[in-house]
């Protein structure tokens, strides 16, 4: 298959501590499959078409890196290492490590009620706590379902709250049961707000991001800060590819408005296996079954995290963005794919990419 060197990029080093060591660009990658096949998967991906980035990380090493396709149609600017794509729910995994921040240095507490923080917030909501928002079993309405259906402003995580603030109603009896919900995120990233008192893109920059070395990974607005290396999003309208980037929910930030790249996934992922950024004993609260789901793919649901067995994992969905990240801690191995467009979902081919190099391990 021919593609342009920029389409390509190998084993290059990534500056990240810890767990996540360098690839020796002399050496080659760490022993993998032979042929792990993965061009073949991403065929559709390749081109003059909205792409995708893929990374395959082993104890630490990138066994697998490369992008395919545009990230900006319009001018053919490539997918590389360092494009930053939407997470849309992917997302999550930080409102929640952020809430687990501020709980393990007591600055609030995973049972504290959301109203708190939050005090506007109608009866209905008067016994749901931040757990209940991070399991998804507050019961909260759906903000999406209260919007007007000719909206096309766009909303912001304060926004959802007024939202909520009219609705004395809840679907079921907080705690009684799960109902995935995008409300009670953007609801944790407020509480982000108040309890650090910085606002909500401000604390993760500080206190995830820079840290960690994602130096471009941003909780974006439109018209409030810049992507650097910004993949655009796509869908496909009577067969033709057209830019479908922004909608009226796409700043909302606590359920879904992270831009990263594999090389910022890189250093999150590795930070996922020690004490770096939260405790052991708040890493095993993320990945602990938190609630029961009605999910065949993830029977459970941590904080910011589906659980299936051995895998931890998350999607994420949005206009003109699919991602997801898919972990299997007990191998040291990870499948993060980043894409911009709006079809189709990647958690299947994220599983067929991690089988390759499970069958290999077992």
Same mark, same amino acid.
């Given at each position: 298959m021919q593609r342009a060197v920029a389409h390509r990029f190998g084993w290059i080093a990534l500056l990240c501590t810890g767990l996540l060591g360098a690839a020796d660009a002399a050496g080659g990658p760490r022993p993998g499959p032979p042929d792990p096949g993965i061009d073949a998967l991403l065929q559709r991906y390749d081109g003059q078409v909205p792409g995708a980035a893929v990374l395959v990380l082993h104890d630490g090493q990138p066994v697998f890196r490369r992008g395919y396709g545009l990230a900006v149609v319009e001018d053919g600017t490539?997918?590389?290492?360092?494009?930053?794509?939407?997470?849309?729910?992917?997302?999550?995994?930080?409102?929640?490590?952020?809430?687990?921040?501020?709980?393990?240095?007591?600055?609030?507490?995973?049972?504290?009620? %959301?109203?708190?923080?939050?005090?506007?917030?109608?009866?209905?909501?008067?016994?749901i706590t931040l757990r209940h928002l991070l399991s998804h079993t507050s019961g909260l309405l759906d903000y999406e379902d209260l919007m007007p259906r000719d909206a096309t402003a766009q909303v912001r995580d304060l926004d959802v709250l007024h939202?909520?603030?009219?609705?004395?109603?809840?679907?079921?009896?907080?705690?009684?049961?799960?109902?995935?919900?995008?409300?009670?995120?953007?609801?944790?990233?407020? %509480? %982000?707000?108040?309890?650090s008192g910085q606002d909500f893109a401000t604390f993760l920059r500080a206190r995830i991001f820079q840290p960690l070395g994602m130096a471009h990974a941003v909780a974006h607005q439109d018209g409030v800060d810049d992507v650097a290396a910004r993949a655009y999003g796509y869908s496909e309208i009577d067969g033709r590819w057209q830019?479908?980037?922004?909608?009226?929910?796409?700043? %909302?930030?606590?359920?879904?408005?992270?831009?990263?790249?594999?090389?910022?996934?890189?250093?999150?992922?590795?930070?996922?296996?020690?004490?770096?950024?939260?405790?052991?004993?708040?890493?095993?609260?993320?990945?602990?079954?938190?609630t029961r789901t009605n999910e065949p793919d993830a029977p459970f649901y941590g904080f910011g995290w589906r659980l299936n067995g051995q895998a931890h994992w998350h999607s994420g969905e949005s206009i003109g963005f699919r991602s997801v990240i898919l972990r299997y801690p007990a191998h040291r191995l990870s499948v993060i794919i980043l894409t911009n467009r709006d079809g189709p979902e990647p958690y299947p081919l994220a599983l067929q990419i991690a089988q390759r190099w499970l069958d290999t391990l077992q």
């Open positions: 490539p997918v590389t290492a360092q494009t930053n794509f939407r997470l849309a729910s992917v997302s999550k995994q930080f409102t929640a490590t952020a809430i687990l921040l501020l709980a393990q240095e007591g600055a609030l507490s995973l049972d504290d009620r %959301v109203k708190r923080w939050l005090p506007s917030l109608p009866a209905a909501a008067d016994t939202l909520l603030e009219r609705q004395d109603r809840t679907l079921f009896v907080p705690g009684s049961r799960y109902r995935y919900s995008n409300s009670g995120y953007a609801l944790l990233a407020l %509480v %982000v707000g108040q309890a830019r479908t980037d922004q909608s009226p929910t796409s700043a %909302v930030l606590g359920d879904g408005g992270i831009y990263a790249s594999l090389d910022d996934l890189a250093r999150w992922d590795a930070a996922l296996y020690d004490p770096r950024l939260l405790g052991i004993a708040s890493l095993r609260q993320a990945f602990a079954p938190a």
